[in-house]
């Protein structure tokens, strides 16, 4: 496929997220009423600025659909302007290429914080905490039928699988992919792509196998195929344990701390659950949000 067309493929995938967000948006997100507490506890360059940049790594539905450089919408963007609302602080938007370009931005200091959700894991806390609001799986979405017969990570060998480029996912998938030649089996052809768009066109174009990645934004995928994808490998852990999603903050930041209050306010007064009704997110609610709560 020419890079022509497949800029034009990713942008009319692009286009149905957009329309699914305006349709989900038909739910309500209560305002929020100023902490002057946590206001104070935020970092005073934040209070004297009046807002924090909230950065994003592309579209990742039905957490993030990236309208423009400064205009996101989905589960991530509702809950960060809650926040916002509780802290008395604007948030603004900022996306780039990748999860890597991400964790440097937020490591820089170029970006206050990503909403996220990020997985949370040990090995990436060298440089960032996690203020986990999510609980996620990994499943695989595929094309429908099931072609290939993909039923986990162990039946992937022999098949190119598509991955987000520096995620954990891809990670586990490559790790299999070695353990698939060292057991004398088929290797797995591993693709990974910036974003989440371009992933799954890798699939409804045949140029990949399946998608292997989180289910809440595979779930909305399927949803929004037209009967073109399913998912499978549901219900197992497909090389994960407990998997604890987050915003992204640096490591040992003043700011990690006041968020969570924030999130925990969001908790007691119905609004997380509000939106994650409204985004399909039910599932993947945590009852209780925390600081780093992945142990591997």
């Given at each position: 496929?020419?890079?022509?067309?497949l800029k034009c493929g990713v942008a009319m995938i692009a286009a149905g997220f957009f329309a699914g967000a305006a349709q989900a948006q038909d739910g309500d997100v209560p305002a929020q009423e100023l902490?002057?507490?946590?206001?104070?506890?935020?970092?005073?360059?934040?209070?004297?600025k009046g807002y924090m940049t909230a950065v994003?790594?592309?579209?990742?539905?039905?957490?993030?659909?990236?309208e423009?450089?400064?205009?996101?919408?989905?589960?991530?963007a509702d809950?960060?302007?809650?926040?916002?609302?509780?802290?008395?602080?604007?948030?603004?938007?900022?996306?780039?290429?990748?999860?890597p370009a991400l964790l440097s931005g937020i490591g820089a200091g170029r970006y206050e914080f990503a909403m996220g959700p990020v997985g949370d894991f040990v090995s990436r806390r060298e440089n960032n905490d996690f203020v986990d609001w999510v609980q996620e799986y990994v499943v695989f979405a595929v094309r429908a039928g099931n072609p290939t017969g993909i039923e986990g990570l162990e039946t992937a060998c022999g098949s190119r699988i598509a991955v987000q480029a520096g995620g954990s996912a891809e990670r586990v998938?490559?790790?299999?992919?070695?353990?698939?030649?060292?057991?004398?089996?088929?290797?797995?052809?591993?693709?990974?792509?910036?974003?989440?768009?371009t992933s799954i066109l890798a699939v409804r174009s045949n140029r990949a196998d399946a998608f292997f990645s989180s289910q809440a934004?595979?779930?909305?995928?399927?949803?929004?195929?037209d009967g073109e994808l399913e998912l499978a490998g549901v219900g197992k852990s497909n090389g994960f344990k407990d998997l604890f999603q987050g915003a992204v903050v640096p490591s040992e930041?003043?700011?990690?701390?006041?968020?969570?209050?924030?999130?925990?306010?969001l908790h007691e007064n119905g609004t997380y659950d509000t939106i994650m009704k409204k985004w399909g997110l039910e599932n993947n609610a945590l009852a209780e949000p925390g600081i780093n709560l992945s142990t591997w």
């Open positions: 496929m020419s890079n022509t067309l902490n002057k507490e946590l206001n104070a506890q935020l970092p005073e360059k934040i209070r004297e994003n790594s592309g579209s990742f539905p039905p957490y993030d659909f990236v423009s450089a400064d205009k996101v919408t989905g589960a991530s809950i960060a302007t809650a926040i916002g609302g509780i802290l008395g602080v604007e948030i603004r938007h900022a996306s780039v290429a990748g999860l998938i490559t790790e299999q992919a070695e353990k698939c030649e060292a057991d004398g089996n088929e290797p797995i052809e591993v693709k990974s792509y910036a974003d989440q768009p934004p595979l779930t909305y995928f399927v949803q929004q195929s930041s003043p700011l990690g701390p006041v968020l969570l209050s924030a999130i925990e306010s």
